[in-house]
Structure formats: structure tokens, C-alpha cells
């Protein structure tokens, strides 16, 4: 009966997927909650081992070196808003308002009262925290010990930010990023005060398309920004500004049947790492690409092809001469979730995989009970204390577990058809939040 559950979803999902979005809008990566399927999202570094970011919650390897998982019902907020301070702590964002993750069972603990709660993104530097409320749409930056925020500006009608993204090499610059209400073109205002006021860069200078991130500011040069946008041509691309967002020129052009997917800043802005992958698997051509720039995302050499098996680009993420890259691990026809190169992409190590993990952390046990089952009915990893999973393939029984799934879904099609559904539940999403 499931599985004929599962055939009925995937034909639904087929026959209305043309009206779907190739791809998400800046606003929908900000706005995205839990989906039911797997998918890793971004890559933390604090003291220690990665925390992968998933959209099922944090991952990381206990003091055993067994994958834990801390699920979204346990954290106080999505996932997908966690940041990392310099100091190492984690910081969650939600409807909920904001929460620090304490890894090894700690609760998450509220972090400072915001109005209207609900927080949409989150920027860290060394001494602040500012936080972009929903409702109003509005910047709040906490004290230095973070216990008290402050409201400090209130977006005006029609501007709908969803990303902040602080200037690290000048502690006053703030850009706020989003879609301008009507014609869903890309918005971006910069404040020079701290986020105290903010000014409105020209429209017209702003490339015509559809927003998919404000991917970076150059950490050491606060003026230069780099924008993934989808064309009127329905291709995407990366877009460089030299002067705070008063200018663009695109610096590369993705692959046709490819969508923007990662970026990352390498030791410096001089290294550029942009990740571009397909939305449905294709046998005859690559599954992804890894464009990488030396000359400060001017210009790019010729992308790398991923493998059959990955990576996909679901993130990337560098640290002390690493270059990391999130797969979808092997639901999604990458052999990992989470892996190192060395050579700037051109091989891989896998760190962390699907099979290899091992529960919740024991204190959160309760509280991710559905997540719990949800991977072990849904892709047969049912692993407990040990991370059992079969060489078969098969479904392996934790005790006490119940798993209804006699196998995992196909690697690409069902998993992007799932990906399309998520879209759709973000846009709704986005819209509410208007």
C-alpha cells in the first residue's frame, strides 16, 4: 500500500511540475522549513569536527565519532537559520524568535527577547547580533552579551528583506537583501551606521531577474558583493558588483541545465568557489559543476564535472585549506552528505554519510521521535546507538523501531520531485509573510 502511495505522490508531482520554479528565490531559502525529504543545506565550523546543517536539523559526530542529529523540534527554531558566531556558538532562528544550540544534550536556551518573535534571518560579527524580525520587517541588534535587543529600523511598504549580510572588514556596513514587492526584482539597501538606518541602492542598477541569494561579501573588501540571479533567458548566474551594489557585471554564466547551488569565499576573496548542479538527473551529462576563481570572482576557470556519484553542491564551505561541499547523500545519488578536498575540488573524502547515522542525541530522543521515524520509514536508516544499517540495502530494525519501507527511493527523480514540493510550500510561505 505504501509503496503505491508513493507512485500515486510521484505522479501527481510529475504532472505539475512544469508550473514550478526551476529553482529557489532568495526568499524562499530564507522563508524554507522542513520537507520531507533529505537534504543537506549549509556546512557550520565550530571548535572541533562540522556541523552539517540539514534540513531535518544539526548534525555532528559525538565524543564516540558517531553521527548524531539534533532535529528541529528540539532546536526552538529551523535549521536552515542556524549561524555560527565567531565565538563557536550556534545560533538558531525561527518563529519562535531566536535560541542558542547547546550540542551534547544541552537545551537550546531563548537568547534575548525580540518582538513579534518570528526571526528570518540572523548576521554575526564579534561584539553584536542583528536579527531580522518578520512582522514588522525590521533589524534588532542585541548588546554585547546578547541578553537585550534593540530595535534599531523598520523596512518601509514594499520592501521585503530577507537576508542581512554583514561587511566583516568594516564593522558598520549592513546589506540588506531581498525582492522588491510587484515585480519580484532584486532589493538591496545597505546601512553604514550598524543597521541604525538604511538607504536603498538604485534599482536600476540591479540586474533584471529573479534574486536566488546575495551570496557574499568580499571579507575584506566591504564594497564588493556577489549576487546569484536567475535571467529573463530562465538560466542563472553570478554577478559581481565593485561598488556596494551601485554597479553589476556577471562574471559567470551557469551551465543551461544547471541551477545556482553553493558559493564560498576560499582563505581569502581572492578565491571564489561557486557550485552549480541539475535539478533532475541526466545520465548522459554531469551531474554538477564546481567553477573556481583566483582573481577575486572576476573570472572563472572551466568548471570542474562532478561524477556520477556527487557532489551535487548542496553548500560549500572553507576552513584552514579545506575546501568542504554537502551532497544529498545517497538518496540523491551522492556518496555523501558531507566531504573535504584538498585540491580545490578535484577529489573528495567523504566525512559524513546518510547511513552513517546513529540517532539523536540521546537527550533529544523524545522530542525527535517523528524525525526518528520519518528517516527510518522514508530511506530505511533506522540506525540506534550504532548506526545500523544493512549492506544489503534493505531496511535495518533498530530495536523497538517499526520500518515500513522495504527499500530507499530512486537517486534524482523522487528527490527532486519532493524538492519541487518544498518549493511550492516555501512560496506559500513567502506570500503569507507579505
Known amino acids: 500500500m505504501k509503496i503505491l502511495r508513493t507512485i500515486v505522490a510521484t505522479i501527481l508531482l510529475l504532472t505539475s511540475a512544469s508550473a514550478v520554479a526551476r529553482a529557489e528565490t532568495l526568499a524562499c531559502r530564507t522563508l524554507r522549513g522542513p520537507c520531507q525529504f533529505l537534504d543537506a543545506l549549509a556546512v557550520l565550523f565550530p571548535p572541533g569536527s562540522p556541523v552539517l546543517v540539514a534540513n531535518f536539523g544539526l548534525v555532528s559526530a559525538d565524543p564516540a565519532g558517531q553521527l548524531r ?72 541588534r542585541s548588546d554585547p552579551t546578547g541578553a537585550r535587543f534593540e530595535a534599531l529600523w523598520t523596512f518601509g511598504t514594499g520592501e521585503n528583506v530577507f537576508r542581512l549580510v554583514l561587511a566583516l572588514s568594516h564593522a558598520d556596513t549592513v546589506y540588506a537583501a531581498g525582492e522588491r514587492t510587484g515585480d519580484g526584482r532584486f532589493l538591496l539597501l545597505r546601512s ?22 546575495l551570496a557574499g561579501v568580499d571579507p575584506g573588501a566591504p564594497e564588493v558583493l556577489f549576487l546569484a540571479l536567475r535571467g529573463s533567458d530562465e538560466l542563472d548566474a553570478l554577478w559581481r558588483s565593485p561598488d556596494g551594489g551601485r554597479s553589476w557585471v556577471r562574471v559567470l554564466a551557469l551551465p543551461a541545465a544547471e541551477l545556482f547551488s553553493a558559493f564560498s569565499f576560499g582563505a581569502t ?16 551529462t554531469p551531474p554538477a559543476h564546481l567553477h573556481v576563481s583566483h582573481d577575486g570572482g572576476r573570472t572563472f576557470a572551466p568548471g570542474i564535472a562532478s561524477p556520477a556519484a556527487g557532489p551535487r ?32 575540488g578535484h577529489s573528495w573524502t567523504a566525512l559524513m554519510t546518510a547511513e552513517a547515522l546513529a540517532g539523536p542525541e540521546p537527550c533529544r530522543e523524545a522530542a525527535c521521535a517523528e524525525t526518528t521515524r520519518w528517516l527510518c520509514d522514508t530511506y530505511g536508516y533506522c540506525g540506534h546507538d550504532g548506526g545500523l544499517t544493512p549492506a544489503d540495502g534493505g531496511v535495518a530494525r533498530a530495536p523497538g523501531a517499526s520500518c515500513g519501507v522495504a527499500g530507499r527511493p530512486a537517486p534524482g527523480l523522487l528527490s527532486g520531485l519532493a524538492a519541487l514540493a518544498c518549493g511550492r510550500r516555501a512560496t506559500r510561505r513567502r506570500r503569507q509573510a507579505r
Request: aromatic fraction near 8%; include cysteine.
Open 69 to 140: 542529529f539534533a532535529c528541529e523540534a528540539s532546536l526552538g527554531g529551523l535549521a536552515a537559520r542556524a549561524r555560527l558566531a565567531p565565538s563557536g556558538e550556534i545560533f538558531v532562528a525561527g518563529d519562535q524568535g531566536l535560541a542558542r544550540y547547546l550540542p551534547g544534550c544541552g537545551a537550546p536556551a531563548p537568547f534575548g527577547s525580540i518582538p513579534g518573535q518570528s526571526v528570518l534571518d540572523l548576521a554575526i560579527d564579534q561584539h553584536h547580533l542583528w536579527a531580522l524580525g518578520a512582522s514588522p520587517r525590521a533589524v534588532h
Open 192 to 213: 553604514d551606521d550598524g543597521g541604525r538606518s538604511f538607504q536603498a541602492l538604485p534599482a536600476a542598477a540591479s540586474p533584471a531577474g529573479v534574486p536566488l541569494d
Open 269 to 284: 576573496g581572492e578565491t571564489v568557489f561557486v557550485g552549480s548542479r541539475q535539478p533532475f538527473a541526466d545520465p548522459a
Open 313 to 344: 553542491y548542496r553548500c560549500l564551505g572553507f576552513r584552514a585549506g579545506v575546501l568542504y561541499a554537502c551532497g544529498g547523500g545517497t538518496p540523491n545519488g551522492d556518496r555523501f552528505l558531507l566531504g573535504a578536498s584538498t585540491d580545490e
